[in-house]
């Protein structure tokens, strides 16, 4: 699959996004000194490439009640069961990260919860699964850091 060829206009524009998915194309065309219909054909060309896969919102979890964050490993009794059973976890919505892993654990899950009882029904529901074997549960003291935009920017600047 051919790469997707970014020019500096390009990596402008995808800073500006990266830093607010929500600032207007005017804004970014302003800025850029382009117009806003050369800003949108742009970004809709890295829509339809795949670079950009739309934009997300980012919540305050403490205001809404569910501060309490857990990573949960899940040990399967057959590796061949991973499929149906991140199907099953799929269905938690109070599981908001799964990774197929390597090492210790089978599926790493990472829950947010209201509190330690609602964790609890949460690890419970894991346990209950078909071919979950056993979990290990891991409190978050605190999420010391979640900066995807480090990360995006860099990536951007290294192009």
Do not use: W
Not at 14 to 36: E, H, Q, Y
Request: proline residues 2%; aromatic residues 8%; glycine residues 4%.
């Amino acid at each position: 699959m051919p790469k997707f060829k970014l020019d500096d206009i390009d990596h402008q524009i995808l800073d500006m996004l990266i830093d607010n998915t929500r600032i207007p194309f005017t804004d970014i065309a302003k800025k850029l000194l382009i117009s806003a219909g050369t800003v949108h054909v742009r970004v809709k060309k890295m829509e339809e490439a795949g670079i950009i896969k739309g934009s997300s919102l980012t919540l305050d979890y403490k205001k809404l009640g569910y501060s309490f964050i857990a990573y949960v490993g899940v040990f399967l009794q057959n590796t061949s069961q991973t499929q149906f059973v991140l199907e099953r976890i799929a269905k938690i919505p109070y599981v908001t990260v799964a990774h197929i892993t390597t090492g210790k654990f089978n599926i790493f899950c990472k829950i947010r919860a209201q509190d330690t009882m609602h964790a609890k029904e949460i690890i419970f529901l894991l346990d209950d699964i078909e071919g979950v074997y056993r979990t290990e549960t891991m409190i978050s003291l605190e999420e010391s850091i979640n900066d995807k935009k480090r990360l995006m920017h860099t990536i951007f600047n290294e192009l």
